[in-house]
């Protein structure tokens, strides 16, 4: 009886360590726990902008589809639509931690007769439905079933997070190539992925895309690897998506110029149809910054003004670079931590795990990183690459400073770790093929004590699955003390 209880436990030991060799089924275990922890977990509306996300949802479900300004208030123009009045009411009756009581209004069925109330939210207007495609199936069956606001809620999170897991396992098995395979789900398992994977947000797919047009693309550029047909597909899929995702995402679809595995004129007809669909969006949204007043404080809010900014930039460029260096390392490091374990919004600010959760998180980053050989006569793709990442970045904080730093402010505001998130497989690929120094990892039996637990060839998997594994749980322990015991 004892013989065969150990030789049980030995077998799933086995079977354990099996599965730490395939880096799509330790992502989509981690990731799934995660996801399901946070989507449950976590008070409607406390994700970033989650109100809003949901908000824009709930008009695209009844028929606004494209941007709408609904009318004025104040000399400022009002973006949105109507949502259900139970909706919204549920929304805005939120009580505070760590009290997160349901109230009747989460009862209240999302098809309820109620009427509708007329909803602001100039900065989730701009999103093309696109990438609230989840939410929206999620939105569809809550209406249908007549589930409870509470309900569609948690629904419309957890669509998102299966969408997430099995496209982002898709182009795991997609890639082909086990070391990128590897940077995928690591990446894909750093909290903040994680956590915006578990609310309502338009980011949730944007990332994924995001993910798997800079993976493939690396594949190509840096790796040298021809792609095959399935690869070429998803590839320019991406591209064309991109631009409806974020439209900021469009300067990315450049990459494309650099893939030789695309003849020439394909190259240049998909990045042209990326730029048409981005031009075609920014017509619709294009005005919607005037309103981005909306979102600040009232003493703040006619001081919003882009056109004026635009007219401070062009006249004083230094002065804005000096915003940027100022808001990067003059002000504080949030954006750091953020980067990497951003827990949505509390109290009126913003939550990041501890500091622990970056560091683990770099360290498996850093352990994945190693496995790409640096990689020769890649000098215009290098240079190539990073001025579009930089400018990439560029767009998003310049966006911030037009549309939502206050004139006169000498840092830009609105400036989130998050943000950088999406650009963490280009920026490895990037480094980890141009550095030829890597870490030399002692193989497993050349050394007597922890040696032998480091081996480059198979236990630094242990090493990077622990490391994930203290970086989620970092961010978890953080999201329970502050959203559930209030400290």
């Known amino acids: 009886m004892v013989s065969t209880r150990k030789t049980m436990i030995q077998g799933l030991i086995v079977r354990a360590w099996a599965l730490t060799a395939s880096p799509m089924a330790v992502f989509l275990i981690m990731g799934a726990c995660s996801i399901l922890a946070f989507a449950i977990l976590s008070p409607a509306g406390t994700g970033p902008d989650e109100v809003n996300h949901i908000y824009r949802v709930a008009g695209i479900a009844n028929g606004w589809i494209l941007p709408h300004q609904y009318g004025e208030a104040e000399g400022m ?95 795991i ?78 300067l990315l679809v450049p990459l494309l110029l650099l893939v030789k595995s695309i003849r020439i004129w394909l190259r240049v007809s998909v990045t042209a149809a990326a730029l048409v669909l981005f031009a075609f969006w920014y017509k619709m949204t294009g005005t919607a910054g005037y309103g981005m007043g909306w979102m600040r404080v009232r003493e703040d809010r006619y001081q919003v003004l882009p056109n004026e900014q635009l007219q401070g930039v062009l006249h004083d460029p230094l002065y804005f670079v000096n915003s940027v260096i100022r808001t990067f390392f003059m002000d504080g490091n949030d954006w750091f931590t953020q980067a990497f374990g951003q827990m949505g919004y509390f109290h009126g600010g913003t939550l990041a795990a501890s500091i622990v959760t970056p560091i683990a998180s770099l360290i498996a980053l850093t352990l994945v990183a190693n496995l790409f050989l640096p990689q020769k006569n890649l000098r215009l793709a290098r240079w190539a690459t990073s001025v579009i990442v930089l400018v990439s970045l560029g767009a998003i904080v310049g966006t911030l400073y037009l549309n939502f730093t206050v004139l006169g402010r000498n840092f830009v505001e609105g400036v989130q770790g998050r943000y950088l998130y999406p650009f963490f497989v280009l920026g490895i690929v990037l480094l980890a093929t141009a550095v030829p120094a890597k870490l030399a990892l002692p193989a497993s039996g050349s050394g007597g004590g922890w040696q032998r637990f480091v081996d480059t060839r198979k236990s630094w998997r242990v090493w990077v699955i622990g490391c994930c594994a203290v970086s989620i749980l970092s961010a978890v322990v953080t999201f329970i003390i502050r959203y559930r015991m209030g400290v």
């Open 77 to 171: 123009p009002l973006w949105g639509g109507e949502v259900p009045k139970q909706l919204h009411h549920a929304l805005h009756t939120l009580p505070q931690a760590p009290d997160f009581t349901v109230t009747s209004a989460y009862y209240e069925a999302l098809n309820a007769q109620e009427g509708t109330v007329p909803v602001n939210i100039p900065n989730t207007e701009v999103y093309s439905p696109v990438p609230y495609l989840p939410a929206l199936l999620a939105y569809g069956l809550s209406w249908g079933c007549g589930f409870s606001v509470l309900t569609s809620i948690v629904l419309m999170r957890l669509f998102g997070g299966v969408a997430y897991l099995v496209l982002t396992a898709l182009v």
């Open 173 to 250: 098995a997609l890639v082909r190539n086990r070391n990128m395979q590897w940077l995928i789900a690591v990446v894909a398992l750093v909290p903040v992925g994680l956590f915006q994977a578990s609310i309502v947000s338009a980011d949730t797919l944007t990332n994924v895309v995001v993910v798997a047009f800079s993976s493939i693309a690396a594949l190509d550029i840096f790796l040298k690897q021809r792609l095959v047909k399935s690869q070429l597909v998803v590839l320019l899929i991406a591209a064309l998506a991109l631009p409806l995702m974020k439209p900021t995402y469009v």
